[in-house]
T-cell receptor, first 108, second 113 residues
Framework: GQNIDQPTEMTATEGAIVQINCTYQ??????LFWYQQHAGEAPTFLSY????GLEEKGRFSSFLSRSKGYSYLLLKELQMKDSASYLC?????????FGKGNQVVVIP | SAVISQKPSRDICQRGTSLTIQCQVD?????MFWYRQQPGQSLTLIAT?????????ESGFVIDKFPISRPNLTFSTLTVSNMSPEDSSIYLC??????????FGSGTRLTVV
């Protein structure tokens, strides 16, 4: 099984940087995904980590430490359109198990 | 990435009835999944839809309540049977593409009254 924990909500100012954390416990780790979900829409893929370290993709970066069961998503130069829920998901075999998600609200 | 068409996009149903949700993919995919997202919550995997065999259900979900069909590599249906208000949720299908990609349909917003 798995246990995935994320904080629930944060507010940040346009142009700022936010870090969203995700801790997990799983019996079979096979990668960690970050998804963005706007209200009423499908989740969209942001990043994937399977090895320890930092993956950078434009304004978004994701970090993984397998030994600590920990990942974070870093959002830089926040824009209003970044207001959304951010979900981490651990892959076990072919299945994805999602955390509760973290709601980010960007204010001017 | 694959394009997923899911319908209906929303429905309001009477308790005790059933609703079948369809998921059509524009390419052949091996793995298809069905998720539920209750209001304000994250996604919970219901089952993996296997082509040519019975779906594999997660703990807490049973075939009688959520029968699934997967007649070919581009299509699947999920039925929510004998609905109650507790079944009000968003239901999403998802496909796995290649090694690491998972794409989601736009979801079906179900309200049971």
């Amino acid at each position: 099984g798995q246990n995935i924990d994320q904080p629930t909500e944060m507010t940040a100012t346009e142009g700022a940087i936010v870090q969203i954390n995700c801790t997990y416990q799983t019996s079979g780790f096979n990668g960690l995904f970050w998804y963005q979900q706007h209200a009423g829409e499908a989740p969209t893929f942001l990043s994937y980590n399977v090895l320890d370290g930092l993956e950078e993709k434009g304004r978004f970066s994701s970090f993984l430490s397998r030994s600590k069961g920990y990942s974070y998503l870093l959002l830089k130069e926040l824009q209003m359109k970044d207001s959304a829920s951010y979900l981490c998901a651990v892959r076990e075999g072919n299945r994805l198990a999602f955390g509760k998600g973290n709601q980010v609200v960007v204010i001017p | 990435s694959a394009v997923i068409s899911q319908k209906p996009s929303r429905d309001i149903c009477q308790r005790g009835t059933s609703l079948t949700i369809q998921c059509q993919v524009d390419s052949q995919v091996t793995m298809m999944f069905w998720y539920r997202q209750q209001p304000g919550q994250s996604l919970t995997l219901i089952a993996t839809a296997n082509q040519g065999s019975e779906a594999t259900y997660e703990s807490g979900f049973v075939i009688d309540k959520f029968p699934i069909s997967r007649p070919n590599l581009t299509f699947s249906t999920l039925t929510v049977s004998n609905m109650s208000p507790e079944d009000s949720s968003i239901y999403l299908c998802s496909v796995r593409e290649g090694t690491n990609g998972y794409t989601f349909g736009s979801g079906t917003r179900l309200t049971v009254v």
